[in-house]
């Protein structure tokens, strides 16, 4: 009997466990089936997972104007001077690599030869140092001209102490130049310390127009700012080829920008100084200060759309304009 007893118990067990294991495998199939992609347990899952990003900006705000994020920005009609829009344009602020504009102005200024070669150094390297990777070596030679596209386009540093010294100014004096280019500008609240922006420059969105009215009479920088990819090549033996690609993205999605130049600085944040054909007007404008790479070109595009629904009823006011 005693063994009888211990054979039921035995199959007891292993009924039980049996059980117990095909119930395991059942509640994991459950589960695998719940976390499929198409089930309704993952898409609640994955929800709950996904973050989601900042509400999108409206195009105007409550009183009918653009939207505008930068912190400092204006918008002017080149052709008549009437003022379309301000936010904040007479604070001094940092402008990062647009001051580049009054760079190539003043060695323009000096009577640059654009034909003549001139070649990198290690102090153009270390003056660059601190910024985005350079793509001219040092001990190359390029053309002046190259050096101002490689300037204005891709805004490459060591080009900056480089076409300075194709004018004859070394970095001390061509400081000093760029300060005289302001004032020959009529430009009170912008000072330079440094040729590429890096360390230093501020002015206002208000003077930066003026800068870039200055740049778009030019018609060498005016070509340059509108050309959206330009290769240099060096003029050694073992010639090298670098293309830039313009930093400036309304050239590549809008055809009615006309060009400009960007910035960016730790302290400057984003910056845009651009021009183009809206709303039946040749318009300028600048963006200084705004938090987020793209951030400028919204605002140049929110800008573009509220002037070709009719822009300002009447053109603001401000002092000392």
Same mark, same amino acid.
């Given at each position: ?34 976390? /499929?992609? #198409? ?21 105007? $705000? ?89 300037? /204005? ?36 609240? $912008? ?18 127009? $003026? ?41 590549? $999605? ?24 809206? #709303? ?8 200084? #200060? ?32």
């Amino acid at each position: 009997m005693i063994g009888v007893e211990a054979m039921h118990s035995c199959r007891r067990r292993r009924a039980r466990t049996s059980s117990c294991g095909l119930g395991s495998l059942l509640a994991v199939a459950l589960l695998v089936v719940a976390l /499929l992609p #198409g089930s309704a347990e993952a898409r609640r899952r994955t929800r709950s997972k996904v973050k989601r990003g900042p509400p999108p900006v409206a195009a105007l $705000t409550k009183d009918g104007g653009p939207n505008v994020q930068a912190s400092a920005a204006i918008v002017v009609d080149l052709d008549s001077g009437d003022l379309l829009y301000a936010k904040r344009p007479d604070d001094s602020v940092p402008i990062a690599s647009t001051g580049k504009l009054v760079l190539a102005l003043t060695v323009r200024r000096k009577g640059v030869v654009l034909a003549a070669k001139t070649v990198i150094t290690a102090t153009d390297r270390l003056l660059a140092r601190g910024g985005a990777k350079s793509r001219l070596l040092e001990g190359r030679a390029f053309s002046n001209h190259d050096l101002l596209h490689a300037m /204005l386009m891709g805004s490459d540093n060591r080009a900056c102490t480089a076409v300075g010294r194709g004018a004859g100014l070394e970095p001390e004096r061509l400081i000093a130049e760029m300060n005289e280019t302001a004032r020959g500008l009529g430009l009170r609240r $912008t000072r330079f310390t440094d040729p590429s922006g890096l360390h230093g420059n501020t002015s206002t969105a208000r003077e930066m127009i $003026t800068v870039l009215q200055a740049a778009l009479a030019d018609p060498v920088i005016a070509r340059i700012l509108g050309t959206v990819t330009h290769t240099v090549v060096s003029a050694d033996a073992k010639r090298v080829q670098v293309t830039y690609t313009n930093t400036n993205h309304l050239l590549r $999605t809008r055809r009615d920008c006309i060009g400009g130049k960007t910035g960016f600085t730790d302290e400057a944040l984003y910056c845009l100084v651009a021009a183009g054909h809206h #709303g039946g007007r040749r318009v300028g404008m600048v963006f200084l #200060g705004a938090q987020g790479e793209l951030t400028r070109f919204a605002d140049y595009s929110r800008v573009a759309s509220w002037l070709e629904q009719g822009g300002p009823e009447r053109p603001p006011t401000l002092p000392g304009k």
